[in-house]
Each structure stands twice: as C-alpha cells, then as structure tokens.
C-alpha cells in the first residue's frame, strides 16, 4: 500500500500567546525508529489550551514555546503513510495511538521505564540534543495532517475502535499509569476517583475492571457522574450538594479508602484526599491545579500517607490500556456510540447533514445551518469530534464551572477556543457563509 505524501502541509502553528495560525509547513521526513502519520483525528486537551494560552508546560528550545513554528497536541491518533530505515513493527496503512513520550532512552529514568520523567526533558535541539522527545510538548505535535512519531511511542488500533474514541487511549494510559503507581493490584479494595473529567472516568472504568470495590466517583456535574455509574461506578457524590469526606467515611463504615486517584485539580482537593483515604493510604495526583495550593502536609505526616504525582502515561501504560479500551467499547459500546457531534451542514463532506432530527430543529428556527448539537451525557468523544472538523461551532450540553479544570478539556469546543485564537474566528465566519450559501431552506 502506497500513499501519496505531499511536501507540504497544512498545521497549526503557534504565533504571541494565545494566537494560532494555520499555516503551511514541510512534511516531516521520518528517521531511524521512525514513522510518519496523516493524523485522521485529533482531541482537545485543556493542557493544550494552557499551552496555547500561556506556554508551560511546552518546553521548545530549552525556553518557551511562543513563535517557534511550534505546532500544539498531543491526543490524536492517525494511519503510517511512511516508514522510516529500520521499522519493522509496523507497515503502512496500519491505524496507530500514540503516546505523548519518546524518552532519551539513555537516562536513569528512562531506563527504570519512567521516561515521562526523562532527566534530559526538551533536548532535542540543536546543540542540545540528547534524543528526548514529547510531541505536542517539546516536539510538533497532532494540529497538523501529519506527525512524526518513534515507534516506541505507537500501538495498534483494534477494527472495533473508531477514529475519534482512539484519541482517547492515550487519556486510558494516564489513568492506567496512575493506578499503577497506586499499586495496580485492586481486586476488592476501594477507591475514590475525584473529578469525572476523562482521565477520572476512564480511571473507573480501569479501576472497576481489575476489581476494585468500591469505586466512588466524585464530582459536580449530575451528567458525569451518571456516566461514571456507567462505566462502573459503584457510588458517586456530588460535591455541591453533599460533604464529600463524610459520604465517604460513611460509605466505608467510617473507615475510608485504600487509595485515591485526584483527577479535578480543585484547590482543596489534595487536603480532601487525604481525609478520605485510610491511614496508610495512598493519594496519586493526576490533574494540574490552575495555581499553587496549600496543603495539610501534617495531616499526610500524621497519617501515614503516601502522595504521589504523574505525569502523562508511562511504563508502556498505553499499550496495555489500548487492549483493555477495546474490551471496554465492546462492554459500554452502547454509550461511547452517543458520544458525537452532529452537524446541520456538514463541512467535511461538503453537503447538508440529512439526519431528520436535525432538519427538524432547524425548521423550528432552533438551529442554524452551521451549528451543531451534542448528544447529552458524551463526554467521553465530544472534543475528538469537534476537532475532528476545525469548521464545526457547537451548542454545549452544560455549563463548565471554573472550578473543574480538569474537566475543560473533554468538553472543550472549538468556539470556546475563539476568544483567543482570531484564526478560528475567521474560519467559523466562512464556515458559516458557506453553510448559508450551500444550505437549502427546510
């Protein structure tokens, strides 16, 4: 199987904060270990908006990632159109995930398997280039139409797994790798797994397969938590409507928990966590808090409690957890299958989205030709879809409280992105004029 690679191509490039410019730029040529990738679909991450935005944690370099022709993401996933010398391990035309990072493979982290926390993170420049490599990070990443990516960061994409849910695998390897660090073994112990973003939710659904129980899922939006009922949940809290340590403590007869995987980053929540877990118990912390936190470290102290940070999806996490998404599409298929978004004029295909339901909105008056709908309770492929096509405005099902960082990014949708990118504005203004022109009257 042969593809057709041009020289150049189109991407996202990062211009001052905050601004994106979609740009022209050569098509990377795969090295040694290497493969190149048309990406066929791309997820939104609020990290990447953080990136965006005010630049850490993208390290381009050796400083920050601001008119560098630096290209953002990090959650995609795409079909090899070309091999580099050497790979054997795959073969174009293979539909690949990807993991974030390609370590130096030469430092002690890397060779203890923490290459997440590569001692030689962002050298990869000239002068400087000790072979460290995180794409969406450090390198370019997936807001292009194609990427290069060693083979070490690669694992197949099973028949039963659609474009947009395996962008998510890569989130599946995050919430492995930090059940890992907990101490992977769960069979009949229990969990609190605090904020319902998507690395929370894949995190029950992993926790809950390799036998935890309880599983308490924590957070402040009824539709999350329903989800997370859904993929395995055995009690979840809302944390608006109840104290949180006491629904805990008075589902586990006062006790609390074995473990705690912190996926909110809400400003208390470290000091939640550590009232919740058994003493002796264990807290990994998998969400970015939005500025610095006070934390009960006497507590911790007092207590016996191990606290442990991650970052990304280490000791080959992704690989494992790509076998244990497909199991689970296979298990919740029903609800991942509403996981979409739906347009009237579909830009992709050039032609009006002839679903009735929609035509039917739009005869009401509520819903013009360039909008589209989310199917309620869909977290889990709302931001694949939307950036699965850049012309897209969405209607979002809910409200996103400031509080819930963690959650920004499954439901972020491109409009949101417009206060500070002008680029997108500019192509939503022809998205629209060309869904006028192209969309019949109903």
């Known amino acids: ?61 050796g400083g920050l990632p601001f ?21 054997d391990e795959y073969k174009v035309g293979d539909r690949v995930a990807v993991e974030i990072h390609a370590g130096c493979d030469s430092c002690e982290r890397c060779r203890e398997g923490m290459y997440t926390s590569c001692l030689n993170y962002g ?16 390198t370019d990443g997936g807001f292009a ?13 099973g028949d039963n797994v659609t474009d947009e849910e395996a962008t998510l695998i890569v989130t599946a390897g995050t919430a492995m790798y930090g059940l890992d660090t907990l101490g992977g073994l769960f069979a009949g112990q229990s969990l609190v797994v605090t904020g319902p973003g998507p690395i929370g939710l894949m995190a029950v659904a992993v926790a809950k397969t390799l036998g935890a129980n309880p599983v308490i899922l924590t957070g402040t939006r009824d ?61 990994c912390l998998a969400a970015f808090p939005s500025k610095p936190v006070e934390v009960d ?8 409690i191990s606290l442990f940070g991650i970052r990304g999806e280490g000791r ?5 957890a790509a076998s244990l998404i497909m199991r689970l599409l296979n298990d919740f298929g029903e ?53 699965a096509n850049i012309f897209t405005v969405a209607i979002n099902s809910g409200p996103l409280p400031d509080t819930e960082l963690s959650d920004k990014g499954s439901n972020l949708l491109y409009h949101q992105m417009t206060e500070f990118c002008k680029e997108f504005e500019a192509l939503i203004v022809t998205a629209k004029q060309t869904a006028a022109e192209n969309t019949p009257n109903v």
């Open 123 to 138: 050298q990869n420049y000239e002068g400087h280039d000790k072979g460290h490599r995180a794409n969406g990070f450090t």
């Open 223 to 283: 539709n999350r938590l329903e989800l997370g009922k859904k993929l395995g949940a055995d009690y979840t809290i809302n944390v608006r409507n109840e104290n949180v340590v006491e629904k805990v403590k008075e589902l586990t007869n006062g006790e609390g928990v074995h473990y705690v995987m912190e996926c909110s980053g809400a400003p208390n929540a470290v000091n939640e966590a550590a009232a919740m877990v058994k003493r002796g118990g264990k807290v």
């Open 67 to 87: 008119n560098k022709g630096f290209t953002p993401g990090h959650e995609y996933m795409g079909t090899i159109v070309k091999l580099g010398p050497g790979v």
């Open 335 to 387: 609800y991942l299958d509403e996981a979409h978004i739906v347009t009237a004029y579909d830009v992709k295909r050039g032609k009006p989205n002839p679903d009735p339901y929609l035509m039917g909105l739009q005869k009401a008056g509520n819903l013009k030709p360039w909008e589209g709908i989310v199917v309620e309770n869909a977290p889990l492929g709302v931001r694949a879809g939307v950036a």
């Open 297 to 304: 470290v006497a507590a911790l102290v007092r207590n016996n």
């Open 316 to 320: 080959s996490a992704v690989h494992r």
């Open 145 to 157: 139409e194609y990427v290069i990516n060693s083979v070490k960061t690669l694992c197949h994409v």
């Open 1 to 61: 199987m042969n593809y057709e690679i041009p020289e150049k191509m189109k991407a996202w490039v990062l211009g001052n904060p905050g601004e994106l410019t979609l740009e022209e730029k050569p098509v990377p040529e795969p090295k040694r270990a290497e493969v190149l990738i048309h990406v066929d679909a791309v997820a939104i991450c609020a990290t990447d908006l953080e990136i965006i935005k005010n630049g850490p944690p993208a390290l381009i370099q």
